[in-house]
């Protein structure tokens, strides 16, 4: 719209060009608020990619049509809000313990239960610790909209590098507003035509073989097991992502916040010039930044934690911090959504 | 005929017309008042046509409308 | 340049499309922009409303708390906003659905958009009358990016719907811009308000 | 002159207007629930189960115990109560999107227990809360927001019938499609609820009753409009009428 | 004197043994399918989806391309597969329990969305892989590890007969139960399923075939008893025949 | 069976005893290996006891049935392993956020995905932090059959003492095991006549009233979210339970293990008399003693994490100790279960 | 008549006597062997009545039985 | 006393049986006793096994790893648990499904208990006449222990079951008793253990 690639543009539409730029050709998905927006741009540009789009009948089908497709080596996506992410917990560690690749966003709002449809990051922990079974997926939480474009790009190739579900992990706010970005529709996915021997493609000129997550011959399970925590540990060395702001030798508090509280969180430090606080983002909360967080809080007196939650990634600041700083937390529950002053007063009482 | 008339609770009135064309004597239109949540409501004409047939009511979504039928005193 | 706004009123009378007519004014003419709507879709008449930041600096909240410029359509939207108002605050008010003078402090401008729209016959286009309004009282920006914009977002219509809409506008610009008009309208709304200031 | 009242608000509802759209079909049932509750005289021992799409408020509307179920899953909340408490009265309340697409497995399984309940299915062939979503009631070539071009039967398949899928299950003793458009046609439709709680009352088991409905906010046509077009366009597909009824 | 081979092995089976019990109708079944698709050249495109039941190994039997879907969810994994390669021959395989019970949505769904996939569907009346509890196909009255007095229907329902209820949905083009107890009903049952793939290949669409089947082990009989029982008791509830065919 | 209230029984046998003496009258649950002992033993002992017991045809018919009857009051469980708990995310959300009691039982399995039926902890993350949404739910981990049976009962006492759902989180090694254990049958529920003012049982003399998670007015959810974290602030300083097991002044090592893998920990100590070392074992794994396994560490070289998963509880455990102490992780993944021996090599290479 | 013989499959067959009753000429019993998994097996009589039906082919699940049709040389 | 048992052969064959008899005999003589099963349900003819643990102390693990005593029913079994015998564990193989002799260590006794079982036309009491086995060649347990918990576990069930029972268990144990028999079949199965020994 404003040329040279910059758009202004939804959150939830920037993830469906993302997706789409991204060599996604199949999507499933269920209505729900605050991420309708998806499913129904994704009815109307899918088609026009050649790609299948579904309107699954539940968030349980939706997910299972991702497992479907990603068996076939397609790239998938489904999109969700919290209760329908609860229930795709199963689906979510079978594809893990399948290794299938594919990406899930969760546009988080109110909980628990029904909860409401305003902005939240209380499915932090579901997110970072999803289903049953020992295995592990990559969360990455967007800030803005770039991010939200970018990161659901990236989530694509991450999934393909490691065979296994990347979760995006943005909330009602980034879902719904509207801001300035960049599209980068000439970028190239990451193996784009990396021959996915693995796939389910008809047993062309070779024996049958198998996508599958039940093995039951002794000591096989454990053996894939360690497998997947072998690659947990790949992903933890390789794809750590965070981002150090206003963080330096001066920097006296030290402020840590994902996705929607982290931009809230800049505007807080925009209007206290006078104090030297720095921020630590984790951009992947999954694998969390620790030690990098650590370094980060070296110099500080204390460390700030502020979500829109009622403390969740505040475990992770914990077992970060190992105990090396002192540690405020702040959050805003249940939908609520803090102004930057509510986060000042805070560091003032609490400073 | 019987004699009936009808009371329109206003605040529950949302405009939707469907009782307009329920009524066979023409006894309800569209008024030129909004309520307090701003609709455009209905009014009861009072024209002495209405027979208490109900029907009005019955169609009536919000349940904002009442029917009484006029008993002659005597009676 | 830092205008932090929001519009409210109801489902169905062009608040969103209300902000998003603001935002792209903004980008026009080279700013930073957000726009952030009332979260998710409440179908059944509820609340309508939305934020919009121009800003010439990176913008970090897009929600707003304390509005510069505070645009309401109708009685609830001015109930349920009155408290977000500061002295700084400019309040554009569709004198059409607020009867009732909740709102206390604040500079303030009074519109009866609504009645303007039904008398050209076009209900609907009462939030273009607003953001004439909007463009006339705070002169942010030029009428030209206005209708520059218009142009874009109705472009596939017919031109028919195009000029209905430029006719809207311009009489939202006219009548603020009256103040004979305006003042008959706020002066008597504004009464009491006077009243309380002293 | 003196006055008989000949209508008036139901006790069953609470003062609370509804949030539901003007002309909203959710409206009209739920105020009849109410009238053939005060009718039966069991405010004091219904329990109502809503579920997640726009009448997700119902119990704000009803004056008797209501709880939510999550979205699909009324039915089975309901057998729990009722299980439990069976000399209550019970009833679940979902849209097409709740029942008839991520609940399709909770119904049926409800109907083929055979459970003692009534279950009100409010059809209106879209997901009214969300947006006006494609529903697997919307009917064929039907423009909504995940269908722009309209629904493909090619690739959304038909739309459900819900009363016929339900009709071989032996647990189901009573299935009846009514619309509520005009005062004729809602008269029916409460003689039917009323029939569907009945039913349970006297042990006669499961009925469903599904009601033909409207959602003019998603359709973008008035309400008279909208009835208009369930009248001559809907009930072509999903045929008015007594589906089964087993005493 | 010179041999020739009448019957041999199919090559679409893989040298495994299957694990299923002795007499397993399961292992009948994987047989007629590796048979189907030797003879209509297959191999090579053909993708099938196990379920989670006795068959969950399913995969381990055939030798072309097989996933395993979670717990009820092989149509919907299908449906994906089927989409994304429409000239691949998709098929799911699975149990009542799978199927019929926590799968009931998946299956309607996808049935109504008429998708141009083979469904095989295994009715042995309960949960053969867990110990045999009590599915929703198992017969009034009899006992399994959750109903040990029987299944009483008053309070668990009638047995569902999955290929009537799918039998309105304008999306299911062929629905036929067979049985496997003889080689008789074997040979039909082969001609049912091998026309379900022809279907498919053609283009005709959604087709079901309801295989009654036995579960020796958890019935506590032999197979030729289990088999017996099918065809006396089973079938009597569960009609042999064509249900649906369109072409 | 062997007198004197004393019983050889089966775990799965013990918890289904246990509920029916605490009072629970509505069981609904699926089949899944290795927990169907407690649908089928249910089957017949339920209506010996006049309660209802239903078969659900899925784990999500199951728990949205706990919902249904925990509304009406009545003390009501389901139960399942691995797979079938995450398909109960959803609704365990709605339960907390409905305020309604509930027990779960959870009897894991290997995973990810389909994984296998050998026993396993690999459910941790999920039992600790479930489903979408801010709550929490009190999670008790027995080790006994005794305990089995107790915890049990416990839970619906938890669960109506605080209007929130309840886990069992077992695994297939104490569900399948038969050991002796003290039945209690005369043993007296907590608040067995509460009038549970807020059940649903009709609106006799007085308004209808509501059960419902839905929570849409601006700051409503907020101030019930608030309300949920003061109620996890009292479970946080009530229920926390652990064991500590040979900790005194010259403990030199301590091991952290719950449920089978702490009875494993103790066969491996028993086998190392000459080593001093001690076990400290979470018995609510949540909320999670942390303060209790700092002070039981303080005097000790190393402490030693040993799970029958990757390292789920490690978190934990690091969040616990604040950095003050060197941490080993010894785990089975994928359903193995290791042997006292294995345990001792490892300390044996790593003390 | 059409002369035919059988291989069983020794270590495939469970001893399900499924195929027993299917050959209408007896060609088929139990044996008094188990194989390695300790399946007790059937046995081909090999008493020169097999017409080579397949029936027995047909019926096992094991896919344990192939059938061979002799055919004399010289045709 | 600290006697760890693994018993292992196919489904259907009473091995789980046979560990809760086992099991029970242990209670009955004041021990503590854990019983674990294979883990869950492999119906479909798979291997089921059991580990027994009797002890005069608390149990912590209720899995064996290398058995005080190990009950081998079939050719699966004795590979699947060759590798768990050590030097001190008993192993008692039913050589009627046990051809081949796998397991090259450990103390040794044979019985032919299937064939022993259908020998009384009770093919199903074959793990009867291993338990017989068990109590005649270790000695750990009293013989009237073992009927009187076969009574209890029998309870219910009509007195010629009871007796048909008592009499596999008793053909067990004067066969493993009997050191004729006994050597006569350990003779030739042992022969290439003792090469292998030397
Ligand atoms: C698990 C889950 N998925 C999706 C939603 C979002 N959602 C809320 S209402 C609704 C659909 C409502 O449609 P319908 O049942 O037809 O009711 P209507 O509003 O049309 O009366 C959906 C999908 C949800 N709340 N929970
Ligand atoms: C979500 C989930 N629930 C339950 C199970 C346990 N489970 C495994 S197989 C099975 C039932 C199988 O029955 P059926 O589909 O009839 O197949 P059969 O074994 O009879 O062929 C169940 C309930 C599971 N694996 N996953
Ligand atoms: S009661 Fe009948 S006659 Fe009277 S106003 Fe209503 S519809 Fe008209
Ligand atoms: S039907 Fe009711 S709500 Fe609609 S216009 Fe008439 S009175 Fe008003
Ligand atoms: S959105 Fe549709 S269904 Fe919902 S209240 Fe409005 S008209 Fe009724
Ligand atoms: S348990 Fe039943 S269904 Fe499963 S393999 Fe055995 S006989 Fe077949
Ligand atoms: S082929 Fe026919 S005749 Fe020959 S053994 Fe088999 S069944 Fe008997
Ligand atoms: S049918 Fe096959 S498996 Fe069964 S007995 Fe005959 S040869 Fe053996
Ligand atoms: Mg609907
Ligand atoms: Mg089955």
Redesign the interface.
């Known amino acids: 719209m404003n040329g040279n690639g910059t758009v202004f543009i939804k959150g939830n539409h920037a993830i469906v060009e993302a997706a789409l730029d991204a060599g996604c050709r199949f999507y499933a998905g269920y209505p729900i608020t605050p991420q309708n927006e998806i499913p129904e741009y994704m009815s109307k540009r899918m088609p026009e990619e050649k790609g299948v789009f579904i309107q699954a009948e539940s968030e349980l089908i939706s997910i299972n049509m991702v497992f479907g497709a990603a068996t076939t080596g397609a790239r998938a996506m489904t999109t969700s809000s919290s209760p329908g992410m609860s229930l795709m917990q199963e689906g979510i560690s079978y594809m893990a313990g399948a290794e299938l690749p594919g990406v899930l966003v969760n546009v988080m709002r109110g909980g628990p239960g029904l909860g409401n449809i305003s902005p939240s990051q209380s499915d932090y922990y579901q997110a970072v610790k999803p289903g049953h079974g020992d295995f592990h997926m990559i969360t990455l939480a967007p800030s803005n909209l770039q991010e939200m474009y970018d990161y659901t790009f990236d989530a694509f190739d991450l999934a393909d590098k490691y065979r296994n579900p990347v979760m995006i992990l943005t909330d009602g706010l980034l879902g719904q507003m509207m801001e300035s970005m960049d599209m980068k529709h000439d970028r190239k996915p990451l193996y784009p035509d990396a021959k996915k021997e693995w796939a389910l493609t008809g047993a062309v000129g070779r024996k049958g073989q198998r996508i599958v997550s039940l093995l039951m011959d002794p000591g096989v399970l454990e053996a894939h097991n360690i497998k997947l925590g072998k690659k947990w540990k790949t992903m933890i060395e390789n794809e750590r992502k965070y981002e150090l702001f206003n963080v330096n030798e001066e920097t006296q508090y030290l402020i840590v916040a994902f996705g929607s509280m982290a931009r809230i969180s800049k505007g807080a430090m925009k209007l206290m010039k006078d104090l030297k606080i720095g921020l630590f983002r984790p951009i992947t909360v999954w694998p969390y930044p620790y030690e990098e967080l650590k370094k980060a809080a070296a110099g500080v007196k204390k460390v700030f934690v502020f979500e829109m939650n009622q403390g969740q990634m505040l475990d992770d600041v914990k077992i970060g911090l190992e105990g090396s700083k002192p540690v405020e937390f702040f959050g805003r529950a249940g939908g609520g959504v803090p102004m930057p002053e509510e986060l000042c007063d805070f560091i003032n009482k609490n400073k | 005929m019987r004699k ?2 009808i009371k329109i ?1 206003e ?2 009135c ?5 009782c307009i ?2 009524c066979k004597v023409d006894e309800i239109r569209m008024s030129t008042k ?1 309520n ?4 455009n409501i209905v009014e009861f004409r009072a024209a002495n046509r209405c027979n ?1 047939c ?6 009536c ?3 904002a ?9 005597d009676k | 340049m830092n205008e932090n706004i929001i519009i409210a009123g109801s489902g169905g009378q062009g608040v969103l499309t209300l902000g998003l007519f603001l935002a792209q004014a903004g980008l026009k003419e080279g700013k930073k922009v957000t726009w952030l709507p009332s979260y998710g879709a409440e179908k059944r008449g509820g609340f309508s409303f939305c934020s919009v930041v121009i800003s010439d600096e990176e913008i970090f909240s897009p929600l707003v708390a304390y509005p510069d410029t505070l645009l309401l359509f109708d009685q609830r939207a001015a109930e349920a906003y009155k408290n977000s108002v500061t002295e700084k605050t400019f309040v554009i008010e569709n004198t059409s659905l607020i009867k009732n003078d909740v709102v206390l402090t604040g500079r303030k401008t009074l519109i009866p958009a609504t009645d303007i729209a039904t008398s050209m016959d076009f209900v609907k286009a009462a939030n273009i009358v607003m953001a004439g309004a909007y463009f006339g009282a705070t002169g942010k920006f030029l009428q030209t990016t206005g209708e520059q914009v218009m142009g874009e977002m109705l472009k596939g219509r017919n031109s028919h719907a195009f000029e209905k809409n430029l006719k809207a506008f311009s009489e939202g610009m006219k009548f603020i811009k009256n103040p004979a008009l305006v003042a008959g309208v706020a002066f008597i709304k504004n009464l009491r308000l006077l009243k309380k200031k002293k | 002159m003196k006055e008989k009242v000949l209508y008036k608000r139901p006790v069953a509802l609470s003062e609370k207007p509804f949030s539901y759209c003007p002309g909203c079909t959710h409206s009209t049932i739920h105020k009849l629930i109410a009238e053939i509750v005060d009718e039966l005289g069991i405010r004091e021992k219904t329990i109502g189960v809503a579920p997640v799409g726009c009448a997700v408020f119902a119990y704000d509307f009803w004056n008797f115990d209501v709880t939510e179920a999550a979205h699909g899953r009324a039915p089975v909340v309901a057998t729990a109560i009722k299980r439990i408490m069976p000399e209550k009265v019970v009833f679940s309340y979902q849209g097409d999107g709740d029942l008839a697409s991520i609940g399709m497995a909770e119904i049926i399984h409800t109907a083929n227990r055979g459970e003692n309940l009534t279950v009100i299915f409010i059809n209106n062939t879209n997901y009214g809360m969300t947006g006006g979503q494609m529903a697997p009631t919307t009917l064929a070539k039907q423009v909504t927001t995940t269908s722009p071009l309209g629904r493909d039967v090619k690739t959304s398949g038909y739309p459900i019938r819900m009363s016929e899928l339900l009709l071989p299950l032996q647990g189901v003793k009573y299935i009846e499609r009514v619309k509520a458009t005009d005062a004729i046609s809602i008269i029916r439709t409460k003689k039917a609820i009323k029939k569907a709680f009945m039913n349970q009352i006297t042990h006669v088991g499961f009925s469903f009753i599904e009601v033909l409905s409207n959602c003019p906010t998603n359709w973008k046509k008035d309400p008279v409009e909208s009835n208009k077009w369930v009248d001559e366009t809907m009930a072509e597909f999903f045929q008015i009428g007594k589906i089964k009824d087993i005493q």
Chains 1, 6 share one sequence.
Request: proline letters at 6%; hydrophobic letters at 35%; charged letters at 35%.
């Open positions: 009936g008339k609770d605040n529950r949302k405009g939707c017309k469907l064309p329920e909004s307090k949540y701003g609709y208490a109900t029907l009005c009511a019955i169609v979504p919000e349940a409308i009442e029917v009484f039928e006029l008993l002659e005193d």
